[in-house]
């Protein structure tokens, strides 16, 4: 976790809290590991798919960026569910 999105970012981080997917494990059709593939999935059909920062795209597309924000949103999804 960073103080700042620009102190994670200088560190080469996309996010100033992020949840890293080196390894990981999920029950079949898990919400979060469900919503990263339908999206990087949707992104490599893309005609746009990277910028000329490739480093930064794999990071936001099929990285940590990606991950974090499928963890998050499933985790608001799941907190909404048990309201």
Do not use: M, Y
């Not at 490739?54 to 998050?72: E, F, Q, R, S, Y």
Request: overall charge positive.
């Amino acid at each position: 976790e960073f103080d700042s999105l620009a102190d994670a970012q200088a560190r080469r981080f996309v996010r100033q809290r992020q949840v890293l997917q080196w390894t990981f494990a999920a029950a079949p059709g898990h919400p979060a590991l469900r919503d990263a593939c339908d999206r990087i999935a949707e992104r490599a059909r893309s005609k746009n798919t990277f910028s000329n920062n490739t480093n930064v795209d794999t990071l936001l597309k099929t990285g940590p960026g990606l991950w974090t924000d499928a963890v998050v949103r499933a985790t608001i999804q799941a907190r909404k569910s048990e309201s």
